[in-house]
């Protein structure tokens, strides 16, 4: 299924969430290469999916995987380690209903505050991120391996 990128059209309808499987590790890192200036290598993400699969899901789109959401949970708060959405997919409601799922679960589980970290230079990112209930807490100087800084945001559940 293609999509213009300039019709912004909520799919939503026809996305299916699921856990991770191990044999999605290859889809998942050709969007973490496409979406991320300073992407996680593969044996990164084989280790947050030995590690984080509880909190790992896909979203998928006619048998497709089309985005993925990575979340932990540290010092008894939710964290988003990473979220991503095929561009030909993005604005189209994949991450909102990728992150509704992880907040659902993070509920599930009694957590009460979710964080996570975005690249300053990332505003479509941090408005997404604004729009799911999420604000700025702090800067961390110097987060990404590139130097770039990050903002540290949070949701209360």
Known sequence: MEFDKNTKK???????????????????YEIEIESFKTPYSFFTLQTLFWFNKEYFYVAEIDGKIVGYI?????????HVVSIAVDSQYRGKGVGKCLMEVLIKKFKETNIKTIRLEVAVSNLIAQTFYKKMGFRAIGQIKNYYRNGEDAFLMEKRL
């Open 10 to 28: 909520d799919i939503s309808k026809n996305i299916f969430i699921r856990l991770v499987q191990r044999t999605d590790l290859r889809r998942i």
């Open 70 to 78: 990575i979340g932990d949970v540290r010092n008894n708060r939710g």
